[in-house]
């Protein structure tokens, strides 16, 4: 049975669609996110550009054997050409270009090798920035480890888990349970742990720091065994399902080999720990108002937060024509 949700099936915010270097000049790239088919393309100018994916004549999927012409793309059936703004500049065979051939052009930002979008159920415009991060393209650091999982949940769920403290001793087997403590500044939600991570040699303190933009983005730098920088990504491809992604990055230390085992032997253990919530988020309810007690962690502040992220299609329209 589907379960209900007393919140809007998809949040604003920006969603990574894909990572900067799996769109090639040239390249096309269907997509499926906000229970919408997309089409991603780069220009000869080398910007990313993301449309809604069907053209408006006859109805051809441009993920599909579409091409990208100069800054545009070119439908595969008629070669109805669509600029980066979704106008159509050109039909071959026509006289006239129907004034209404436009598609939906999706605000696009590329940042710490990730293509982000946009995604509002009103269409206002980007309401904050994802800020660039030092670590990534830098010496000091590894490139991306990636990870991904499609999950059956909310943005939202899987967000609370930050400030979920009890759980990450009793399911997930942490030395202690974290203290968390929580700060809430507009879209951004800035979460610190204290940890005990387990070793071979025993236990080791450590810290967890995340920062959220939203539910689509987060960043999240662990410090104890070595020096590790998360950027996490979950966005909605349709109404009751996550695409996860996990890029780890780890600061490189001075033997190359213990760099790198220490860093996969902790990648292992961040990923077993997500895979061990995955059957909890799919299965699990949601209730408006939890039964929660002392050493719960910072959620009531959490929730709090979630509530800017929400709107409704025709909602301000309509509050204005009341």
Not at 13 to 38: H, I, K, N, T
Not at 232 to 244: G, N, V
Request: aromatic residues 12%; charged residues 25%; proline residues 7%.
């Amino acid at each position: 049975m589907k379960r209900h949700y007393p919140f809007p099936d998809f949040p604003n915010g920006w969603f990574q669609v894909a990572y900067s270097d799996e769109l090639a000049p040239g390249a096309v790239m269907p997509l499926s996110y906000f229970g919408r088919e997309l089409v991603a393309f780069r220009g000869a100018d080398g910007q990313a550009s993301v449309l809604d994916a069907f053209c408006p004549h006859l109805g051809a999927h441009l993920g599909y054997g579409g091409k990208v012409q100069g800054d545009a793309i070119v439908c595969p059936f008629h070669a109805w050409k669509f600029d980066a703004c979704g106008g159509c500049t050109e039909v071959p065979y026509a006289k006239k270009i129907p004034p209404k051939a436009k598609l939906r052009a999706w605000p696009v930002r590329e940042v710490n090798g990730l293509i982000l979008v946009w995604h509002h159920a009103e269409d206002a415009p980007p309401q904050w920035e994802i800020p660039a991060l030092a670590e990534v393209g830098s010496d000091e650091w590894t490139p991306y480890e990636r990870r991904r999982w499609k999950v059956k949940t909310r943005n939202q769920e899987m967000a609370e888990n930050a400030v979920d403290s009890a759980h990450f001793h009793f399911l997930h087997g942490t030395m202690n349970q974290p203290e968390s403590r929580a700060e809430a500044k507009g879209p951004v939600l800035h979460v610190y742990s204290t940890t005990g991570m387990s070793t071979p040699r025993g236990g080791v303190d450590g810290s967890v720091e995340s920062q959220s933009y939203g539910f689509g983005y987060s960043t999240v730098r662990f410090k104890g065994i070595v020096e590790t920088l998360l950027v996490s990504s979950m966005a909605p491809i349709d109404d009751e399902t996550i695409d996860a992604r996990f890029s780890f990055s780890i600061k490189k230390l001075a033997d190359k080999d213990v760099t790198q085992g220490v860093g996969k032997a902790f990648i292992k253990e961040v990923s077993r720990q997500f895979e061990q919530d995955i059957p909890i988020w799919e299965h699990k309810t949601y209730f408006e108002h939890p039964m929660l007690c002392d050493g719960d962690g910072p959620i009531g502040l959490f929730r709090r937060w979630c509530r800017q992220f929400y709107s409704t299609p025709g909602a301000k329209q309509a509050a204005e024509a009341g």
